[in-house]
């Protein structure tokens, strides 16, 4: 593809995706990420040849590696299952690639290419040295014993071994990865390559895990978001919010949010949200984390437990709040969504999970002056504390709760305060731009001091 000065901002946009499109055809979720990035980079490279003549953002949106294998397993009746494995390794110039591992039905090549896209873009926007990835299967673990999920884990990552390693590429938890089956994954690598290694991060404390990896998602988000309510001149103390999700990063944003005063009356699951205008407890919230982590039961269950409402097979974007966080799934929240959040009074939302809000639904939000966090910049501070267990591991010591919580406050700050320096629009803070263009910047200048590559 040359490069034609000629052409304004817009048409380069549509040029590059036209392109982009033809050759990843039916991504339409990568299509989605790579668009909501490109319509703020490509006007900022705009007077900047030297980011623009190397075709940084085109070589950026073609992943390093991708790698696919069979998983084959057998059930505990002795029936043999097949799954498929990826692991999409996306750009490494800032340090070995690190993202997820998300083992759900839906996963596609598509869901993992546009993770590790905008992992790349986070993980440089915490500051540390790590590049992006993403990994999954379409396994579904709902139904399935502990045993079998032990088996599946073992398989894959008896395939997944021969791509990874500390210095090479360091998964993670995501959706259906959680401290059960990192334990199974990181029994299977020490098995197979004799060596215990910092080779997967959400380790259990026991065996090089690191404090505050589990929380640091769901309060990296309410940090993000207490900062932009500061910038507004207010404060969380009295809110209302609104969740959907009830797993690691929902759980734990209620968590946050409760000890900074806020009121959170939703949380959700696949199968519909919950309802409880009197807002949650920690006594409410342990019955949660009980629930969803011990009994794999249904958010419906809470329902019945304390006698609300559970609204069946619908997202909680129709309940009236102050502050909204989606910490589900991608695309959960769409224009609709949007409108009756901004109706109903809503001010900020913050995305725990990755890109849950479709594009419609940013521009909505945008153009109602809502302060809106998006997910490469919210939910950093997982991957910045997985971050610091790489460097606790490497260095074979373990770093104390305050010292963690306060380098995960720190970082969030930092994250802030680079989403205001590059989206200042008068008196108004483009998040989705800030993030966009201080996450590129560090990849870009690492890329173009390799050279050609
Ligand atoms: P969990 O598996 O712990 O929880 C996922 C939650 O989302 C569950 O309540 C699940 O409900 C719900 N959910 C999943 N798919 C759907 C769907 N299609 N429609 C409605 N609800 C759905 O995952 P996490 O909390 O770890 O991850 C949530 C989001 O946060 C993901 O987007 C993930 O990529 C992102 N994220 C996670 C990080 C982490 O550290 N864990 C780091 C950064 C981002 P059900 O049980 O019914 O499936």
Known sequence: MSYDESLSSDQELERFMNGLIRRNPGEEDFHQAVHEVAATIIPYIHDKPHYRIPHILERMTEPDRIVTFRVCWEDDEGNVRVNRGYRVQCNNAIGPYKGGL?????????????????????????????????????????????????????????????????????????????????????????????????????????????????????????????????????????????????????????????????????????????????????????????????????????????????????????VPCDVALPCATQNELNKEDAEALVKNGCIAVSEGANMPTEEAGVAVFLAAGVAFAPSKAANAGGVAMSGLEMSQNSARISWAEVDLNKQLRDIMGKIHDTCVLYGREGDHINYVKGANIGGFIKVADAMLAYGVL
């Open 102 to 318: 998300r083992f759900h039905p839906d996963v596609t090549l598509s869901t993992l290419k546009f993770l590790a896209f905008e992992q790349t873009f986070k993980n440089s926007l915490t500051g540390l040295p790590m590049g992006g990835g993403k990994g999954g299967s379409d396994f579904n673990s709902k139904g399935k014993s502990d045993r079998e999920v032990m088996r599946f884990c073992q398989a894959f990552m008896t395939q997944l071994s021969r791509h990874i390693g500390q210095n090479t590429d360091v998964p993670a938890g995501d959706i259906g990865v959680g401290a059960r089956e990192i334990g199974y994954l990181f029994g299977q690598h020490k098995r197979l390559t004799n060596e215990f290694t910092g080779v997967l991060t959400g380790k259990g404390l026991s065996y090089g895990g690191s404090l505050v990896r589990m929380e640091a998602t769901g309060y990296g988000a309410v940090y993000f978001l207490e900062d932009m309510l500061k910038e507004k001149g207010t404060t969380l103390e009295g809110k209302t919010a609104v969740i959907s999700g009830s797993g690691n990063v929902a759980t734990f944003a209620a968590k946050k949010l409760m000890a900074l005063g806020a009121k959170v009356v939703t949380l959700s699951d696949s199968s519909g949200y919950i309802y409880d205008p009197d807002g949650l407890t920690e006594e409410k919230l342990n019955y949660i984390l009980e629930l969803k982590n011990v009994r794999r039961g249904r958010i419906s269950e809470y329902a019945k437990e304390y006698g609300v409402k559970f609204v069946e097979g619908k997202a909680p974007w129709e």
